[in-house]
């Protein structure tokens, strides 16, 4: 379907006539380095009255009753008036929110009782966050006199993995509280900002909960007066759970539960673990926060996929990572030419490492200047991160470039299309990547862009329902590599060095999953390279690619700030 045509009929950048820049050119003079224009349009309406913006609308869970296991109607939150206090209960009708879905339905009216330690899963976007902060507020709320929570102490804690989620968590938690009649005070605790100021703001405060990634969460437990904060605590929540309880955060998640009060001391605290993976390796961890004999509930059919059903999922293989930058261009025209009027088309590109990313966003926006890009990873400041968050979360159309400090968790409303370019690392970071679309209740699409050597994910992840794309949007590459060509003149040689690398170092570790030696991910990589228009093979320090175990291995550069060695 061609895309519509401008009024102006003037010539675009994609070279092509007749197509309406869309969403509209930002000026280049303001654009600043993280990508976030102050010219984008948000998505919320404004108030003709106020000229305010106006809140989100809600989504209806009644929509995704049809499909999940267990309870079948959808039940208005008003229903529960014996178990959740009225103040909450305004304040869930303030935020629009009418009706449970199914996962907070089965929390609510499933768990012996709200304060039982529980494993929970529940497809993405179905408003897990909710789940499990009702019943942990609730359980203060409804404390006897004698067990009442001091004040200035932590009654409730929440650790997830990055710091994009604390905030949205601690968003969600305060607009839940907003009709209390005693406000509840909300804090967050993750790296990348001022751990000296956060302290002070955090004692000084009377934090009833704590938002809190594990990296600097463990840090200020190392202050005896943080730890003293914790003397009642009365709930621990892992939001996503099997990622903190992976190799990677487990260390860290042991070390802070050694700074807490005993959880087998009474009077304990109440653990709850919330994914929408839970692969069943999680039984066996999960018991430094639950005890034996905790309620398991799910919303997944075990037949079922574990994707959001209203999500089409495709993949498209091109023969090597040099066509994967064309064949993006070639699946933006055509979802973007495809998509629902009125126009609105949002997307988020998850690439395979932090650098690669930088480079596809600046390539992208070389390449298709009409839209309005974004890109968030771990490589940009946590200021920049956060305003990032905020702008992709409030526009109605653009492109965000993302590595996995989003891939979990994150609620960007209206996303429509999650691509992913490159392997993903797992079955899980599959599923909640894709789970960035198509969110309460909407639909949404995706597509996974692989090159030959990494075909085998799909056919190896039978339960996933992906398909080839549909139409052979890939059969005119030639036109899009030109494109691409042009755009990669624009981008400059450090960010391609860095990709460069980034690009050896992430596919190294799958080596025996691409069915590559050594030599060959050279060689692949260093196609990467001329793609990219690098005149020649970027230098990698000695000591880089020793760390690499690549050592040896011809095809390398060897070299330092710019002089081979
Ligand atoms: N009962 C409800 N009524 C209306 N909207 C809701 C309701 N519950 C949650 N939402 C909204 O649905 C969206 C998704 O919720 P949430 O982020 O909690 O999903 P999730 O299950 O935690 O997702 P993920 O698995 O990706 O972490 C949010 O925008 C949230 O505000």
Sequence with gaps: ????????????????????????????????????????????????????????????????????????????????????????????????????????????????????????????????????????????????????????????????????????????????????????????????????????????????????????????????????KFSHLKTVVLDEADRMLDAGFAPAIHTILSHLPSKTQSPGWQGMCFSATLPPKVSDVVKCVLYPGYTRLSTIDPNEAPTIDRVPQYSIVVPSPREQF????????????????????????????????????????????????????????????????????????????????????????????????????????YIHRVGRTARAGKDGRAVTILFSNEAFFVKTNRALPIKPYPTPVTSDLEKYQAQIDKAFTLVDDEAKAKAYQAFLGYNKTYLKKLQLDAKGLVQLANGYARAMGCAEIPLIEKKTIGKMGLKGVPGLNIGVAGRRL
Aim: with cysteine; hydrophobic share 40%; proline share 10%.
């Design 1 to 228: 379907m061609p895309p519509p045509p401008p009024p102006s009929g003037r010539k675009n950048n994609l070279g092509r006539q007749n197509r309406r820049p869309y969403p509209p050119r930002r000026p280049a003079a303001n654009a600043p380095e993280n990508g976030v224009s102050p010219a984008q349009q948000p998505a919320r309406p404004v108030s003709v009255a106020t000229g305010a913006l106006e809140e989100p609308k809600a989504m209806d869970p009644r929509r995704l009753y049809s499909t999940s296991a267990g309870e079948s109607e959808a039940k208005p939150f008003k229903s529960l008036g014996n178990t959740l206090d009225e103040s909450l209960l305004a304040g869930l009708d303030k935020m629009g929110f009418e009706y449970m879905s199914p996962v907070q339905q089965k929390v609510l009216t499933e768990l012996p009782s709200l304060s039982s330690d529980c494993l929970v899963q529940a497809k993405t976007g179905t408003g897990k966050t909710a789940a499990f902060l009702l019943p942990a507020i609730q359980n203060l709320l409804s404390a006897p006199p004698t067990s009442r929570l001091p004040k200035g102490k932590v009654g409730i804690l929440a650790i997830c993995p990055t710091r994009e989620l604390a905030l949205q968590i601690a968003k969600e938690c305060t607009r839940i509280t907003q009709s209390l009649p005693q406000q509840l005070e909300c804090h967050t605790a993750f790296g990348g900002t001022s751990r000296a100021l956060s302290l002070k703001i955090f004692l000084a405060g009377n934090p009833t909960i704590l938002v809190a990634t594990p990296g600097r969460l463990n840090d200020i437990l190392s202050e005896a007066a943080v730890r003293e």
């Design 326 to 429: 064309p064949a993006l261009l070639a699946l933006v025209e055509a979802e973007y030419a495809a998509a629902p009027a009125p126009k609105e088309f949002k997307a988020i590109v998850f690439g395979t490492t932090a650098n690669g990313v930088a480079l596809l966003y600046d390539v992208f926006k070389a390449a298709l200047p009409a839209f309005t890009h974004f890109e968030l990873h771990s490589r940009m400041s946590q200021p920049a991160r956060t305003r990032t968050t905020t702008a992709f979360k409030n526009v109605a159309s653009g492109i965000l470039f993302a590595s996995d400090v989003v891939g979990r968790g994150m609620d960007f409303p209206n996303t429509g299309l999650v691509v992913q370019l490159g392997l993903p690392s797992s079955e899980e970071q």
